[in-house]
């Protein structure tokens, strides 16, 4: 099971008054420097996203740069980075993410956990892909919270990828 990872929003909380953020500190030296926000992620994610049993991937504009600054800082290794290709009108109703997603699945079934997710995304791979998928859209201004873990957790257990408790 693929499990397709945004950064920014997901991950990296924006929105709220800067107050409203905890601040986590971990001893990778230099990440904060030419990204602040970082910050404001929470370092034990990572072990959270991990226990999800899936093939993690960006899914995010960060694109190698997330292996460089935002793995070290939550204790994962380098993960595969979907590239995108260069398109100068994005695809209508469509995230301009939602079709290279789909080509890259090829089929798997996958999670995709972003903060710009909208309904024709979800019916668009409903038709266009083979495999069961859950669009999981995040709250920008809160990034991935224990809800958010729930839902994935449910349905990745409706799809047998997870054991009761997990």
């Avoid at 001893?27 to 999800?52: F, K, N, Q, Y």
């Avoid at 995230?95 to 798997?108: D, E, I, N, S, Y």
Wanted: glycine content about 10%.
């Amino acid at each position: 099971m693929l499990l397709f990872l945004d950064v920014d929003g997901a991950l990296i909380p924006y929105g709220a008054p800067d107050s409203a953020y905890p601040v986590y500190e971990r001893g990778v030296a230099g990440p904060s420097e030419g990204h602040p926000l970082l910050w404001r992620v929470d370092p034990a994610l990572g072990a959270r996203l991990t226990a999800l049993g899936c093939e993690l991937v960006w899914a995010s504009t960060w694109m190698d740069e997330a292996n460089e600054i935002i793995a070290p800082w939550l204790g994962l290794p380098p993960l595969p980075v979907v590239e995108w290709p260069d398109e100068d009108e994005p695809p209508g109703l469509l995230h301009w993410k939602t079709q290279p997603l789909v080509a890259w699945a090829a089929g798997r079934p996958f999670v995709w956990i972003d903060d710009e997710l909208t309904e024709a995304d979800r019916a668009w791979v409903a038709v266009h892909h083979r495999g069961p998928a859950l669009l999981h859209r995040v709250n920008h201004v809160y990034g991935l919270t224990e809800a958010d873990f729930g839902a994935v957790r449910g349905w990745l257990g409706e799809q047998g990828v997870l054991a009761e408790g997990s």
